[in-house]
């Protein structure tokens, strides 16, 4: 269709009317100009298509779908191409209900380990995060489905999400919350971006023109739809202005008046207007060009597919010789979860399975079970509890299967402690007096403190697996297949450990990201904290060797892309998958940057004795930190480390690149201008070494003195206090020898 002359032939109400839902889950269906109606779905893991009643929070029933693992559990995958594979399942699924766009990913950074919406949510690191979730996109969009990247923006908690300011300055938000966003609009080019629910430093999202149009379409080049969250409409006609074009669900028209209204009295331009009804209307068309009508999906393969990606993004925390188990040990399953294993979370995510597996109903060989505890109640009950001790005392390895009940996490509200219910962990302590060999399965979609941690032997963290958890958790316990899932957070050993801990509800409506770029491992690597579980950790089965790291340069200019290699070998009796990761280091820096920071990382698969040779590309970014004074993205000339690691904390080789920047900063020297920064510049050191002489000379004056009140004045210490004074100290302290007008002369030579 031709949409500019299709737009000419509307009516002012008609667009307005475009520019909101006809329903809860439809775009507006314009009869006249036979303009179809589409379907937008959740997301982000599974398709919640609702053909009924609609809403928000995952409360009316949906169609039966499938429940793939959640956005927590696939990140620790570290693998782009089954999250590419899972995308095409949810796109097939899309096409074979008449969806046009589903509501995923969603890529807010795990700020705290208390957001209830972790589970959904990728990683703190915001290279991870951006890398799946643009794999995602593109398997989804492969299917001619769009998709919706969201929740554009800093929008990471649920505590008063719809009315909250996130105050964030503007190296955070480009280093940390809109670089996850970045590359997968950049490159992946999803359909739609759905604006979050807060506001970012005092104003709502969804009518932020710095952020929805500025940066998303005019820097980062997006020309799809910007939808609302549902309901995060604040003002219309602002957000219209703002490049805010669809507001969802429906605002049974009365936003469609207002419109109306602000065009005929001259507050909004009606090409504003139009902008946004075109972008719909291209939206529109893309997807009815594209209806694959004879669409049809298998349940039970994408079924097969939820298992293997479960399977994949399991993390093994901790082993001590006890998993694998044998298939011909005596082995009792505790608790509930073995039964009812908890494997998505609550909200708008909330996927009708069309069926689900328990590990008990998944094992193979005979097992003993007990309860344990009851899965909605966090009070323990004794007689449970000493049912699990018996199990516990007549087999060799008990495998407790724990984590947090459907209550303590989900959409709409934050957790507000890192604890299990006291019921599991009062379980787990007590199976433990009797049985030395137990194993903890924990299903949780954020971390949790692990007060018996020492005296367990193994943790498998299955995170909240999708429907086929029951067996993927099988196939890692029994192993048949080798974990090789990694941590895309860490686990600190307690909540108040968290960089965010004193200010992460904020006052009342003003959220302050005191923290700043130090999230996640950023702060606990910077302050050299210890950690329960750091960033990248994950076991396996077999071991892997690294060697042989190489840089195709060791010098380069900022714009020369850099090419690591490392060979891995699997060193260890049986085939196996490793996450190589490679870590970015500024050894001096002007600025204060993290330790080290995820760049690159690459999935492998190894059979025993087998060697591959890893290849990883740095570019400008990898180096660089976004400097708020240029606007710009900065690399500062000097040495980095690249560190290649099993995890954040388990480096194995370590090179030096020197990269050459091509932005000199230009300095405007002033009066107040620090005498140790001019000493740092060799053609500045020279100019001003004449005029420090005779400040020292003052002191040293004074540390000839006999006076025994006097300060013992070392040279030393004169270099160190003269390195902290402006250029105007040295009139000051210049003993009357040096004016102003010699000071002037100075700082304009230093300036020439
Ligand atoms: C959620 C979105 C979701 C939408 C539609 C909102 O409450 O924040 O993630 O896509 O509802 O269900």
Known sequence: MDIKNLISQMTLEEKASLCSGEDFWHTQEIKRLNIPKMMLSDGPHGLRKQDLEGDHLGINKSIQAVCFPTGATIA???????????????GQECQAEHVGVILGP???????????????????????????????????????VGA??????????????????????ERTLREIYLASFEKPV???????????????????????????????????????????????????????????????PSSHGYNDSRIVQAVQEGILEEAVLDQCVENILKMVERF????????????????????????????????????????????????????????QGGGSSHINTHKTTSALDSVDIEVSY??????????????????????????????????????????????????????HNYLIQSVLKEQPNTVVVLHNGSPVEMPWINEVKGVLEVYL??????????????????????LPETFPISLADNPSYLYYFGEKDVVEYREGIFVGYRYYDKKEMPVLFPFGHGLSYTSFTYSNMTLSHTKINEDDTLTVTVDVENSGDCYGKEVVQLYVSDTVSSVIRPIKE???????????????????????????????????????????????????????????????????????????????????????????????????????????????????????????????????????????????????????????
Not at 76 to 90: K, M, N, Q, Y
Not at 397 to 416: K, N, W
């Open 598 to 752: 995820l760049k690159g990382f690459e999935k492998i698969g190894l059979h025993p004795k087998e060697k591959k040779q890893v290849v990883l590309n740095l570019d400008k970014r990898s180096f660089a930190y976004y400097n708020s004074q240029l606007k710009d993205w900065h690399v500062e000339s000097g040495d980095f480390e690249l560190l290649i690691g099993k995890s954040s904390r388990d480096i194995q080789c370590r090179e030096r690149v020197y990269v050459q920047s091509n932005t000199v900063i230009k300095e405007k020297y002033t009066i107040n201008s620090m005498i140790g920064d001019l000493l740092k510049i060799e053609s500045k050191k020279v100019l001003i070494q004449p005029f420090i002489e005779i400040m020292a000379k003052t002191f040293r004056v004074n540390k000839e003195s006999t006076d025994p009140s006097n300060v013992t004045i070392t040279e030393e210490t004169m270099d160190a206090m003269f390195n902290d004074m402006p250029l105007r100290s040295l009139v000051s302290n210049g003993g009357g020898t040096i004016d102003f007008r010699m000071l002037d002369d100075l700082i304009d030579q230093l300036n020439s």
């Open 186 to 248: 950049k490159e992946a080019k999803p359909w739609t971006v759905m604006c979050s629910y807060n506001k970012i430093n005092g104003t709502y999202a969804s009518e932020n023109y710095h952020y929805l149009t500025k940066i998303l379409r005019d820097e980062w080049g997006f020309d799809g739809v910007v939808v609302s969250d549902w309901g995060a409409v604040n003002d219309r006609v602002m957000g219209i202005k703002a490049g805010m074009d669809l507001e969802m």
């Open 106 to 144: 969603a890529v807010n950074i795990k700020r705290s380990p208390l957001c209830g919406r972790n589970f959904e949510y990728l990683s703190e690191d915001p290279y991870l995060s951006s890398e799946m979730a643009a794999s995602q996109i593109e398997g989804i969009q492969s299917k001619n």
């Open 370 to 423: 007990a309860k344990g505890y009851h899965i909605h109640e966090d009070s323990i009950d004794q007689q449970l509890v000493d049912e699990a001790i018996k199990v516990a005392k007549e087999v060799e390895v008990a495998v407790i299967f724990a984590g947090l009940p459907d209550e303590f996490e989900s959409e709409g509200y934050d957790r507000q402690h890192m604890n299990l219910p006291e019921s």
């Open 465 to 486: 697996s999708g429907q086929s958890v029951g067996e993927a958790t099988v196939d890692i316990l029994f192993g048949d297949v080798n974990p090789s899932g990694k």
């Open 76 to 90: 620790a995958s570290f693998d782009r191409d089954l999250i590419h594979t899972v995308g095409e399942a949810l």
């Open 148 to 169: 919706s990247i969201k929740h554009f923006l800093a929008n990471n908690q649920e505590h008063r999400r719809m009315t909250s300011s996130s105050e964030i300055d």
């Open 288 to 343: 009815n060009k594209s209806r694959d009508v004879e669409a049809v999906f298998d349940r039970d393969s994408h079924h097969d597919l939820a298992r293997k990606a479960a399977s994949e993004s399991m993390v093994l925390l901790k082993n001590e010789n006890i998993l694998p188990l044998s298939r011909k040990a005596k082995i009792g399953f505790i608790g509930q979860f073995a039964t009812n294993p908890r494997f």
